[in-house]
């Protein structure tokens, strides 16, 4: 008989990174035998071929708290209709027994959040129902007798769970980085670049920087602009959306760099922005394991990346000084790595990417996460 897994999660974005590791896991389980894999969800366009293992929960609630709560309460309820073998929450719901951390640490991200904001909008955030909701859910989570195993998609998300919820039994926190498709994401020849740059209507002979991400103050594209600004030789493409957008065009046209930042939206594929980028810089103030990073190391571009990033040990392997992993904020700090990587140091910071990726395949991945399960069965 085939084993039974759910997965759990609120609802589907096209651009989000969380939802695109659940359809890598959910494609690399299906390909194995004796493994049925279910999503519990409010909202989800999965590929056609998954479309018959979707569990719909009722779309409740007015508000982010409200809806927050009833998404737990029917999940759980859910539950209980069904007989699962095993069931991974990618939400925060106590009395799970696999809990996968995609999300980060909220705890931790509104502390990072408050560091120079305005008293009153520290203010918001200490008295916000929804704030509360979710930390209040977050404890409950970490500290249920139910709860087995928490799978970490990076060491600092594990690090962060033990600094606000020391309770929490270090044994149950197994770390899984995300997997990357190898085959997809190709490693980009010189005649890759020249080609995609052709198709984007970019100049062969610039040298460009890629963003990608959306919700850019979280991403840190503001840093970014900053550090732009302090250098000349770079161009930039922001792959991505911002509700604020046009706070981030202000900001490029206050600094005069505006003919240097080209903001291309959102975009389903974008493989043809790493083949034409030299270098990709993730500045995040928090984001637990950016998929962003590992794409590009394997299409061959090397990263700069903030502490913030969760996976920036990642990065670190690409010299093994740490060179190309900034203090979060440090906007100068930045400037600098974006000054000393010449020609010959973004060629070699690229065949290191790849062979840094090679090491996080989605099969990798997906036999971590079988031996997670299949332990839970002893």
């Not at 991505?240 to 981030?248: A, I, L």
Request: glycine content about 6%.
């Amino acid at each position: 008989m085939n084993k039974k897994l759910a997965i759990i999660r609120n609802s589907y974005r096209p651009d989000g990174g969380a939802e695109k590791i659940i359809s890598r896991i959910i494609l690399g389980l299906k390909q194995r035998d004796r493994l049925d894999v279910s999503i519990i969800t409010r909202q989800w366009k999965p590929e056609q071929s998954l479309d018959n293992h979707i569990i719909s929960c009722p779309k409740r609630g007015w508000f982010r708290q409200s809806k927050f709560k009833y998404f737990i309460e029917d999940v759980t309820t859910l539950l209980k209709q069904y007989n699962f073998d095993w069931v991974q929450s990618h939400e925060r719901i106590p009395g799970c027994k696999i809990y996968r951390a995609g999300d980060g640490v909220h705890k931790e991200w509104l502390e990072v959040r408050k560091r120079g904001a305005s008293a009153f909008k520290v203010f918001l955030w200490d008295y916000s129902f929804y704030h509360k909701a979710v930390l209040k859910v977050e404890k409950a989570l970490f500290s249920h007798p139910e709860l087995q195993i928490v799978i970490c998609n990076s060491t600092q998300i594990k690090k962060d769970i033990l600094k606000h919820y020391p309770e929490t039994d270090p044994n149950k926190l197994v770390v899984i980085y995300n997997g990357i498709d190898l085959d997809e994401f190709s490693f980009k020849t010189q005649s890759d670049q020249s080609s995609a740059r052709a198709k984007l209507g970019l100049k062969q002979d610039s040298r460009i920087l890629l963003f990608v991400g959306s919700g850019f103050q979280r991403k840190g594209l503001n840093e970014l602009l900053l550090a732009l600004a302090q250098t000349d030789q770079w161009q930039l493409l922001v792959v991505g959306k911002d509700k604020n957008m046009g706070h981030f065009k202000k900001v490029c046209h206050q600094l005069n760099i505006s003919h240097r930042v080209t903001f291309v939206g959102l975009q389903k594929q974008v493989h043809n922005y790493y083949a034409a980028c030299d270098l990709l810089v993730h500045p995040a103030l928090y984001d637990p394991a950016p998929n962003v990073i590992l794409e590009a190391m394997a299409s061959g571009r090397g990263v700069i990346a903030s502490e913030g990033c969760g996976n920036s040990d990642l990065v670190s392997q690409l010299d093994g000084k740490n060179r190309y992993v900034y203090q979060r904020g440090d906007i100068t700090g930045l400037a600098q790595r974006l000054r000393d990587c010449d020609d010959i140091t973004l060629g070699l910071l690229g065949k290191k990417a790849r062979q840094v990726a090679e090491g996080y395949s989605i099969t990798r991945m997906i036999n971590s996460l079988l031996a997670v399960y299949h332990s839970l069965d002893k």
